[in-house]
């Protein structure tokens, strides 16, 4: 077993490694099947394939910077962790957003552009090309928001050590959820 910040990991902790190491390796054979069954079938690859590829290298970052939480904190009570624990949290957090924000229309282009692939008619390539645009615009909105969610930046992580503001958390939160849930 690993060690973490208190010596081994407690129950939720090890709930995250077990739950996620599952899903990573999902990912992994999922997409590796993917191009396995392209090659079988003599295709090369489709642009939809290859953001597969990148989706997959931004959840891996995800997963990467959760594992790297647990050795700052992550499952343990936060009035047991020291300043720097904290702010090492914090930024692996700040980071996992940039990360998770960016996947996830990256994987909603896949689909679209697949969706249009295989139904060329005009009306689903219409729709596509719609969600297409509201995918980037909905990506750009996000983002710069998740990045300057607090001025200066780094006031994101170093909430206790430096001065700054930042913005209501959790609406911004759930706008960024209810959104993405209508683009699914």
């Known amino acids: 077993m690993a060690l973490t910040l208190t010596g081994v990991y407690n129950a939720r902790q090890l709930q995250i490694v077990v739950i996620n190491s599952v899903l990573v390796f999902l990912s992994l054979t999922s997409v590796s099947w993917r191009f396995w069954a392209r090659k079988l079938q003599g295709l090369k690859p489709f642009l939809e394939d290859y953001l597969t ?10 997963n990467i910077l959760l594992f790297q939480s647990l050795h700052a904190g992550v499952g343990e009570h936060v009035d047991s962790l020291t300043t720097a624990t904290v702010q090492n949290y914090s930024l ?7 990360f998770w924000n960016t996947c996830l229309p990256v994987i909603k282009l896949s689909i679209a552009l697949f969706y249009q692939r295989i139904f060329p008619v005009r009306s689903m390539v219409i729709a596509c090309r719609s969600i297409i645009v509201f995918l980037f615009a909905w990506y750009l909105a996000f983002q710069t928001t998740a990045i300057f969610q607090c001025t200066p930046i780094h006031h994101a992580w170093r909430k206790k ?3 700054g503001r930042c913005i209501d958390f959790v609406p911004f939160v759930i706008t960024l959820a209810a959104t993405n849930l209508c683009t699914d």
């Open 53 to 62: 590829v990148v989706a997959l290298a931004l959840s891996l970052g995800v």
């Open 92 to 98: 692996n957090l700040y980071m996992m957003q940039l």
């Open 161 to 163: 050590t430096t001065q």
